[in-house]
């Protein structure tokens, strides 16, 4: 037991930053793209329906489900970088009264999501973009999302706590086992020769697994298996301590509540467009799509940001330098490869989702102009993860909003009213160029204030 939790800390502090990163991200990343089979395994089989209503339905259910994982997010993310820093410092009983009080939060905030969002359910979904044809298999499919906001948060904050100490087999089991098991339950849940519950099963189907993948990391820290242990005797709730989370988890939250308001935005504009409930149909295939291309960023930059965390609060200058350096290079390089593979395959993608012609040509557009600068979205998020890590949350703040947010927004705004769909279609570019150049703008800064902050000089 203590020699495993030695070379955790060893992969933490002393391995080359860029064979730790790589060692961490590999096992994230499966891990997201397992959880990102949530979404695209109920997208499939709900395209097997041969209902363009219910297909509709999902895609206006997007902004929901990325309201809830951005709040998951500010807890998670913020406790992962403090308990990193922590570590990185040698104060272990630190770590463990974070994630402790973390992870006993995140169940009330998970109660509370899910009150609330049952509550107010209609008028989310109808201010989403659902029509009065789509809203009832809205109403079913959501309503089970909230239910496994019960424990998704605590889900979440775990992760978070796991990848902080490099724990991420356990994470990655978790998260893989869960997947599988909705790839099975989904058609039993789905289909006439099962449950026959139609859209509303592939939902009750994702929350089950989710349990599962809850349950799982439960058993793990609770067996004391974990560097960082979590007891009631742990749990120190503060509103200070709170707020402390908060500023630093809130950047990666953001950039998930932009993506949000983007998508319910981009289906309010298609909403005047003749095909309207084709292309929300075609857009939220696409943006589920684009999810498998975020969380191999995503996975990347959770292999990152506790080797970061570490040696930022080991005041270890150099190795955190490296860390950035090869952080910045790997995030080009997956965008790049991400943007490459569904520009040469979008057609044959959107149509493994739904057959009619008109919701491929769609689809084939709106996900080639979604990744044609994804670049953009490696690099800022990237950054912002990076500030985040070294204090600064007013700056990640900034760098969370401005590509789904202060560029995108205008656009779709006002350019589907000139230009109909294809307006839609130059929204996201036209955003990601505006990106990259802020973000190129913002690197020399970002490294000379983590130096500083690491001297002590500047808080």
Known sequence: MRNTSVSKENLLSTEKPSKAIINLAVPATLALLAKAVYNIVDTAYIGML????????????????????????????????????????????????????????????????????????????????????????????????????????PTQSMNCAARAESSVKISSIAVVVGAALNVILDPVFMFSWGFNMGVEGASLATTVSQCVTFIILLFFYLSGRSIIKIKPKYFKLSGKFIWAVISIGIPTAVIQICLAVATSLTNIAAKPLSDADLIIAAYGVVQRLILIGCYVVMGFMQGYQPVAAYAFGAKNNERFHDCVRFAIKGALLLTVIVAAVYIALAQPLISLFNRNPTVIEFGKWLLISQVALYPAFGLCYMMTITYQTIGSAKMGLFLSLIRQGIFYVPFILILPKLLGVTGIYFSQPAADALTIIICLFLIKPMKRMASVNMRGDSK
Do not use: H
Not at 121 to 128: D, T
Not at 132 to 151: E, G, N, S, T
């Open 50 to 153: 041969g209902d363009d209503t219910a297909l509709a339905a999902v895609g206006v259910t997007l902004p929901l489900l990325l309201i809830m994982v951005s709040v998951e997010n500010i807890f998670a993310a913020g406790a992962a970088v403090i308990a990193g820093r922590q570590l990185g410092a040698s104060d272990k009983d630190g770590a463990n009264r974070t994630v402790t009080t973390i992870i006993g939060f995140s169940v009330f905030v998970g109660i509370a999501l899910c009150v609330l969002g049952i509550a107010f359910m209609e008028p989310l979904l109808r201010a989403f973009g659902a029509s009065d044809a789509v809203l009832p298999q809205a109403k079913d499919y959501a309503f089970w999302m909230f239910i496994a906001a019960l424990f998704n948060l």
